[in-house]
């Protein structure tokens, strides 16, 4: 682990330079840097770790929380200090600053975090699963420690209290009344409470499909498209993962694994089972596509024996699989540089260019089946919820109201 820290920003400059940072981006980072080294100095530190980082932000900033920073200046030095710290432990920078550093308190705290260790040990759940049940979990410790109530002493208004302090939205207070209902019943079963309080998470009415998907106009994606910058090595592979996503629909997770033996060159077809649902699914070799993977291998796909065709360029993990995160900032990027207008109040990932190729088909008359079978959805029904944002037809299926006099309603 590199502890000098002159050592240590060099290596993060060359890793700024890789991933083709902007000049300002850079430059604002890099004075972050000159300031951490010229504190360090001061206060004799000669090795730097995560601990002398800490100490800097309490110092500096008066606190280790993202969100309490109220300058724009102090946020880019924060997340520059956080960036050493990453790649000094990681070979790599986070993916981004978390906007509160949780840790479990209390006596609840710790019943808490016995909950996760048995679901670590004995519950065969995804790191992913376990992660957002950790994060209610740190919500409802908070809660809980801050109203001064104890484990054995909650109660449905306690309940009642904690979501209206977080004002979750229905599908997050759906998930969180998952995890709290199961937490109850092992403290119940455990003897940490008398009573099994999971009784008073009472059922909620929550549908999936109770929104709108979110969806980009043709011509917004086209400029999407147009808004990279393909002479560069990474303009080449994210350029390739926007008309992945684009013009098949493709999930983040059927993105990042695709692999050379999944295409059928004299065929011109693309084959594979989907990550998420196992379906197999087979695609036209579109000359668009065709041409992308062509010129990143030739141009911009870094030296590596990786299977999948799609790859890191970053140092750390140079010619690596890339993570389904790494393609929603890539979709996000575009979107911001192409001005697409109120995106950030949307969603913007990948999955929302696969509902705007739903929704786009739709409105060039492609038949349900067909958009199912794009899609790799097992049956239309999957597909059906696209319907309801077909606003011009729907207006079609209007009826007329039809008079009604009575001694109560006057026409």
């Known amino acids: 682990m590199v502890t000098d820290?002159?050592?240590?920003?060099?290596?993060c400059e060359e890793e700024l330079t890789n991933r083709e940072y902007t000049f300002q981006r850079h430059r604002l980072i890099s004075?972050?840097?000159d300031e951490l080294i010229d504190w360090m100095f001061q206060k004799k530190h000669e090795k730097f770790d995560e601990g002398i980082g800490l100490q800097y932000c309490d110092e500096i900033f008066g606190t280790r929380q993202y969100t309490e920073l109220q300058t724009k200046k102090d946020q880019v030095r924060m997340r520059a200090m956080r960036m050493l710290i990453s790649y000094q432990q990681e070979g790599d920078f986070e993916f981004r600053i978390p906007s509160v550093m949780h840790t479990f308190r209390g006596k609840s705290g710790e019943y808490l975090e016995q909950y996760l260790t048995?679901?670590?040990?004995?519950?065969?759940?995804?790191?992913r699963t376990l992660s957002n049940k950790r994060h209610y979990l740190y919500a409802f410790n908070d809660y809980l420690e801050n109203s001064h109530i104890e484990t054995n002493n909650i109660s449905m208004d306690t309940i009642e209290k904690f979501y209206q302090s977080k004002n979750y939205s229905l599908a997050l207070k759906h998930n969180c009344n998952s995890t709290l209902r199961l937490f109850l019943r092992y403290a119940y079963e455990q003897r940490i409470t008398d009573h099994d309080y999971s009784i008073i998470i009472l059922p909620d009415n929550y549908k999936k499909n109770c929104k709108l998907p979110t969806t980009y106009e043709e011509s917004e994606i086209r400029n999407i498209l147009a808004a990279v910058n393909?002479?560069?090595a990474i303009g080449k592979r994210?350029?390739?993962?926007?008309?992945?996503?684009?013009?098949?629909?493709?999930?983040?997770?059927?993105?990042?694994?695709?692999?050379?033996?999944?295409?059928?060159w004299e065929?011109?077809?693309?084959t594979f089972n989907q990550q998420k649902t196992d379906v197999p699914v087979v695609y036209p070799l579109l000359s668009s596509v065709g041409n992308a993977i062509i010129d990143y291998l030739r141009h911009g796909r870094p030296e590596t024996d990786s299977a999948e065709i799609i790859v890191s360029a970053e140092t750390a993990k140079k010619g690596q699989k890339l993570s389904a995160p790494t393609i929603h900032s890539i979709v996000t990027k575009y979107m911001r540089l192409a001005n697409i207008s109120n995106f950030r109040n949307k969603k913007h990932g990948a999955h929302s260019l696969r509902h705007s190729l739903a929704t786009n088909m739709i409105k060039r008359n492609v038949s349900m089946p067909v958009i199912s079978t794009v899609l790799g959805h097992q049956n239309t029904a999957s597909t059906s919820i696209y319907l309801s944002i077909d606003t011009k037809r729907l207006k079609q299926c209007s009826l007329p109201i039809p008079e009604l006099n009575t001694e109560f309603y006057v026409v």
Not at 5 to 11: D, M, S
Not at 118 to 127: H, M, Q
């Open 230 to 232: 393909r002479a560069s």
């Open 5 to 11: 820290i002159k050592e240590l920003v060099r290596l």
């Open 267 to 270: 065929k011109n077809t693309i």
């Open 118 to 127: 048995c679901l670590y040990g004995s519950v065969k759940l995804s790191e």
């Open 238 to 264: 994210d350029y390739l993962i926007l008309l992945l996503a684009a013009e098949y629909g493709w999930r983040s997770s059927d993105i990042i694994n695709l692999k050379f033996n999944q295409i059928e």
């Open 31 to 33: 004075t972050a840097w």
